[in-house]
């Protein structure tokens, strides 16, 4: 089983550049998240889809949008690269939103703005 | 904005120690759930607990949710290489869906 697959797997931007992050799973999980990790900082929820067709803002939103294509795909958009979005970042799924549901994520991005 | 702290940040010790690592808030949480994330790749669910006082075991590791639902511990037996990693707590406060991430446990295990 594929899990949660995230491409591309590195990339370098150039300031002011825009680019999609693509995610999906094959689990058939409801909810999907969308993170960024950087060092000292831990994992900050950027966006998350409780379900299908439904989108909400995490912690750290400011300059990305997201979209939940169908139950499988939920793809992270930067619209104008900033430097401060150099991180990686990590798609993940759950069953459900409740409490006794865990996160499978997938290998991360690595994103570097210049 | 809840917070958690783990403790301490980087931990490096001899293959066959024992070793605790934890993580605290002064908020209230409807569960807790612990990650392994080993370099390149994502976090890996441990285990997820949800009653105050829960403990579970996982082979050599030892989950404890604390009584008041606002801390928890992680003890790892007899430490051995293939437990080096960064250990996560995360915690859904109540009345929320999502779960917030602590900053992370680094630890190394020296053959």
């Known amino acids: 089983n594929a899990g949660v697959t995230q491409t591309p797997k590195f990339q370098v931007l150039k300031t002011g550049q825009s680019m999609t992050l693509q995610c999906a799973q094959d689990m058939n999980h409801n909810s999907m998240y969308w993170y960024r990790q950087d060092p000292g900082m831990g994992l900050r929820l950027i966006y998350y889809?409780?379900?299908?067709?439904?989108?909400d803002k995490g912690e750290v939103p400011n300059g990305y949008n997201v979209s939940r294509l169908n139950k499988r795909e939920f793809s992270l958009r930067l619209e104008s690269a900033a430097p401060s979005q150099t991180s990686v970042y990590f798609c993940?799924?759950?069953?459900?939103?409740?409490?006794?549901?865990?996160?499978?994520f997938g290998s991360g991005t690595r994103l570097t703005v210049v | 904005t809840q917070l958690l702290e783990q403790s301490p940040q980087f931990l490096s010790i001899q293959e066959g120690e024992n070793l605790t690592v934890y993580c605290n808030s002064s908020?209230?949480?409807?569960?807790l759930q612990w990650y392994r994330q080993e370099p390149g790749e994502g976090p890996v669910l441990l285990v997820t607990v949800v009653t105050g006082g829960e403990v579970k075991k996982l082979k050599r590791l030892t989950f404890q949710f604390g009584d008041a639902r606002k801390d928890s511990s992680l003890h790892i037996t007899a430490a051995q290489p293939g437990d080096t990693g960064l250990y996560l707590c995360a915690a859904m406060g109540s009345g929320t869906y999502k779960y917030i991430f602590g900053t992370g446990t680094r630890l190394k295990v020296l053959a």
């Open positions: 908020s209230v949480f409807s569960s």
């Open positions: 889809s409780a379900s299908e067709g439904t989108t």
């Open positions: 993940a799924s759950s069953s459900s939103t409740g409490r006794n549901y865990g996160y499978t």
